[in-house]
């Protein structure tokens, strides 16, 4: 077969005359589908080769994602029992997985200068979650900040997390700042 006629047969034509006035497209123009599906299996076979590389990325990701968490819930609560004059304490729940920052009970609540506590002492009660499939391995039960923003600890106490691979990241908390920092 002639490359006039095959191209004739495709609706091409070899010779065109460009029509300057109303331009058409090339109806001759893209791509085949022998070669789209060779670039998409190209694309397959290396998203596979990089899926196993990524995976203790993304391991390591939710295990930093829960450390900022319990550092940011001891920056709340610093923050709250400093600026409340009062004790507040994080109440860890390890079968769930959550903490919480409340008033300390049964302690003095006033701020200086105040006789109500309706507004001070109050009760924080919202559950603060690790990501999925990281969990609390060994934590007190409960800590708890002064008005000053030390902490009640006498040592440097030790939160533990892990994920479900056992990887486990320990978070310090010094006892007279109050902060949190990941243990080297």
Partial sequence: MRSAERGMRNGCSERRIPNTEHPTPNPCAGFTLTELLVVVSIIVVVSLMTIPAMTPFFRGQRLRSGARIVQA??????SVAIAHRAIYQ????????TMTIQHAPNRYCYPLGHTDATDVCRYFGKSI??????QFSESEPTISFTPSGSTTLITVEQIKIRDQAGTELILEVQPTTGTVRRSP
């Fill in 129 to 134: 979650e690790l990501p999925d499939r990281v």
């Fill in 73 to 78: 819930a001891f920056v709340q609560a610093r």
């Fill in 90 to 97: 994080i109440v860890f729940d390890t079968a769930q997985n």
